[in-house]
C-alpha cells in the first residue's frame, strides 16, 4: 500500500469519525426537541398544535431524517472502503511475508552453493584422481620393469661383447704377410 492509500485512509477515518460525531448532535437535537415538545405538550393542558408550527416541525423533522439517511449511506460507504482497503493491507502484508521468506530462502541458497559446488566437485574429481593414482602406479611399475629390462639387456651385452667375434677364414692367405713397424 503506498502513502497515498495511507492518508486516503486516514482521511476516510477522519471524515467518518465527523460524521458520525455530526450524527450524535444531531440525535442529541432530536431528543431535546422531543422533550423540550412533550414538556410544553404536558405543561399547557390548552395547548393545541398549531398547523404552521406542525407543519413546519414535520418539514424539519422530514429534512433532519434526510440528512441523517444520508449521513448512514455515507459511513456504509466509507465503512465498505475501510473493510475494502483493510483487505488489501491484509493481502499485501500476506504478499510482504511470503515475499521475505522467498527471499530468505534465496539468500540461504546462495550462500550454500559455494559448499554445494565444492562437495559436487570433489565428487567428480574422486574417479579421476583414483584413475592418476592407478595410471601413476602403473607408470612407475612400467618404469621399473624397463630398468629391470635394460639391466638384464646391458649384462647379456657385457657378457656377449667379452668373448671377440674374429672372422673365420676358410682360405690360407698366400703372399708376404705384411708387417707392421719395420720398414
Do not use: C, W
Amino acid at each position: 500500500m503506498n502513502l497515498s492509500d495511507n492518508l486516503n485512509v486516514k482521511d476516510l477515518r477522519k471524515e467518518l469519525s465527523r460524521l458520525q460525531e455530526e450524527l450524535q448532535l444531531r440525535d442529541q437535537l432530536v431528543q431535546q426537541l422531543s422533550q423540550e415538545l412533550f414538556r410544553l405538550v404536558k405543561g399547557n393542558a390548552n395547548f393545541m398544535p398549531q398547523p404552521e408550527v406542525s407543519e413546519r416541525h414535520q418539514s424539519e423533522m422530514h429534512v433532519l431524517r434526510e440528512q441523517l439517511q444520508e449521513v448512514e449511506q455515507q459511513v456504509k460507504f466509507y465503512q465498505q472502503q475501510i473493510a475494502s482497503r483493510d483487505t488489501e493491507v491484509y493481502q499485501l502484508r500476506q504478499s510482504v511475508q511470503e515475499l521475505t521468506d522467498r527471499s530468505r530462502l534465496l539468500e540461504q541458497t546462495v550462500q550454500e552453493m559455494p559448499q554445494i559446488y565444492r562437495r559436487k566437485f570433489a565428487e567428480r574429481m574422486a574417479p579421476v584422481r583414483d584413475k592418476i593414482e592407478q595410471l601413476q602406479r602403473e607408470n612407475r611399475q612400467l618404469h621399473a620393469e624397463l630398468q629391470s629390462v635394460s639391466y638384464r639387456l646391458a649384462v647379456k651385452n657385457r657378457r656377449t661383447n667379452t668373448k671377440v667375434d674374429l672372422p673365420n677364414f676358410s682360405r690360407p692367405i698366400s703372399g708376404p704377410i705384411p708387417a707392421f713397424g719395420s720398414f
